[in-house]
């Protein structure tokens, strides 16, 4: 048996300074969130914009709540006034409407691109070749209320972790692509969003800055 706290300090010890721990909180009562937070945690998140409100509602106003599943327009409105960052993007269209409720709330949200690197055809994301494309039309330089931060991606579900520290290696070189040619100027271009329970310390070694962890934190290992 152990607990939140001693489960998140056990994580903690093998994070480098410099990556930020998500603490994925989808599955999870409040009471979790709040022995998680007690235990110093502050960044948490969500894969349902309703899940987000509801605990952005419940729980202390100093967390920091980011959005990791995949975002329908039409729930924007519920989360922009507060959300700290989206990782999810996986479209122009979403990034356009993003912008308007950014505006509306007087705000300019983090946003991440969401990379589609898996195997699987299920995830969601651009595929680096859809993410260039994208970009390259400057189109995004254009929305003033989003600001893109990086991106993000879900390598695919499996035990080959060889496979999987591929798939990590070719987002960061993607990354870092995009950064040199067009946020060359912009500090904020800092988050590679990347890594899970399973997989996070290869994550980690391919230069993720940022790991999402749910059941490694808040389930205990029988
Ligand atoms: C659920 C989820 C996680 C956390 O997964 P665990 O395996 O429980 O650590 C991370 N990222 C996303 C996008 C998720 O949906």
Request: proline share 3%; aromatic share 8%.
């Amino acid at each position: 048996m152990s607990s939140i706290a001693e489960r998140l300090d056990a994580i903690r010890a093998t994070i480098p300074s410099g990556v930020r721990l998500l603490a994925i909180s989808k599955y999870y009562p409040c009471e979790a969130v709040m022995e998680a937070y007690n235990a110093g945690q502050r960044d948490f998140g969500e894969n349902k914009a309703q899940d987000l409100v509801a605990k952005q509602q419940a729980l202390p106003t100093d967390i920091r709540w980011h959005f990791t599943g995949h975002l329908q327009s039409n729930k924007i409105k519920y989360i922009a006034p507060f959300v700290y960052m989206i990782h999810s993007i996986d479209s122009m269209q979403l990034l356009r409407e993003i912008d308007k409720h950014g505006a509306k709330n007087n705000r300019t949200i983090p946003c991440l691109l969401q990379i589609h690197i898996a195997q699987e055809e299920t995830k969601f994301g651009f595929t680096p070749e859809e993410c260039l494309a994208m970009l390259a039309t400057e189109e995004w330089k254009e929305l003033k209320n989003i600001h893109i931060r990086g991106l993000m991606c879900m390598a695919s579900n499996t035990d080959d972790l060889q496979q999987v520290a591929t798939e990590f290696k070719a987002v960061r070189v993607l990354f870092d692509e995009i950064r040199d040619r067009w946020f060359a100027g912009d500090k904020e271009f800092d988050t590679l969003s990347a890594g899970m329970s399973g997989d996070y310390l290869t994550a980690i070694e391919a230069g993720s800055t940022c790991v999402r962890i749910g059941s490694s934190i808040f389930e205990d290992e029988i």
